[in-house]
């Protein structure tokens, strides 16, 4: 039987990346996988790209109202939740200096505000036994320079993580925190448009202990584990998937 047969997950930011990689590696391994996406129509070519298990919903986690529809959506389904990722989320470099409240704020909300209301929206629908990963990220304890916003947005993740896991116990819930460094998507490219500098930025990043950036399958991979009943017993962890920057 495949890890997740039977199983029912949500991943928000599902339509490139990390989220799109771990949608494919949900079904791949027998869930049902609703993801989300800003547009109806980078949402549309996601879930047709992944197959019939998949369920694209146009969806910011930004807007409760959006929140709300798509709550509606899967209950309609009729199977709940096994699985809540919230994967959803970005930044931008930004110094002391140049700092904005408008940036700040907006910053918190893409990975504070879209994580805390994701979840609190979703409680009604999780089923027993299930598995809620939050996305961190090794910013958050690493002090990169002109990262502070979005370093501070996943300092606050983490430390939900370890709140819910508490809180969400009793209620046969738990909460784990994926920790990725350096992985090829859109959004670390996106961070340096120019080139050439770009590839020096991805040069600085590679100097962990495995000398390279990793693929977002090998990311997936572990929020697959942490959605499994493979790690029953685990809650409130925070799990490095960064080629060992933050550990040596």
């Known amino acids: 039987?495949?890890?997740?047969?039977?199983?029912?997950?949500?991943?928000?930011?599902?339509t490139s990346g990390i989220g799109f990689a771990t949608a494919r590696a949900f079904a791949d391994a027998g869930a049902k996988v609703f993801i989300t996406?800003?547009?109806?129509?980078?949402?549309?070519?996601?879930?047709?790209?992944?197959?019939?298990?998949v369920v694209g919903v146009a969806s910011d986690v930004t807007n409760t109202a959006d929140l709300d529809r798509l709550v509606g959506v899967i209950r309609d389904a009729g199977d709940g939740l096994d699985i809540v990722f919230t994967n959803a989320g970005s930044g931008e470099f930004a110094t002391l200096e140049d700092e904005t409240p408008e940036h700040l704020i907006d910053t918190f909300n893409r990975n504070v505000g879209g994580t805390v209301f994701t979840v609190q929206k979703t409680l009604p629908l999780l089923n027993r036994g299930a598995s809620i990963v939050l996305s961190g990220s090794t910013a958050a304890t690493k002090g990169m320079p002109a990262f502070g916003a979005y370093a501070a947005a996943k300092a606050a993740v983490r430390s939900f993580g370890r709140t819910w896991a508490t809180e969400l116990g009793e209620r046969g819930f738990r909460v784990n925190t994926v920790i990725p460094g350096p992985i090829l998507t859109?959004?670390?490219?996106?961070?340096?448009?120019?080139?050439?500098?770009?590839?020096?930025?991805?040069d600085g990043l590679a100097t962990n202990p495995m000398k390279r950036i990793g693929d977002p399958a090998e990311l997936a991979a572990v929020v697959v584990?942490?959605?499994?009943?493979?790690?029953?017993?685990?809650?409130?962890?925070?799990?490095?998937?960064?080629?060992g920057i933050n550990q040596v």
Not at 3 to 9: N, S
């Open 225 to 243: 584990f942490l959605g499994s009943d493979a790690s029953s017993f685990m809650t409130g962890a925070e799990i490095f998937v960064d080629g």
């Open 37 to 53: 996406g800003r547009t109806q129509q980078r949402v549309d070519a996601a879930a047709a790209s992944l197959g019939s298990g």
């Open 186 to 202: 859109e959004g670390l490219t996106e961070l340096v448009p120019d080139e050439d500098q770009r590839q020096v930025f991805f």
């Open 1 to 14: 039987m495949a890890q997740l047969e039977g199983k029912t997950a949500l991943i928000t930011g599902g």
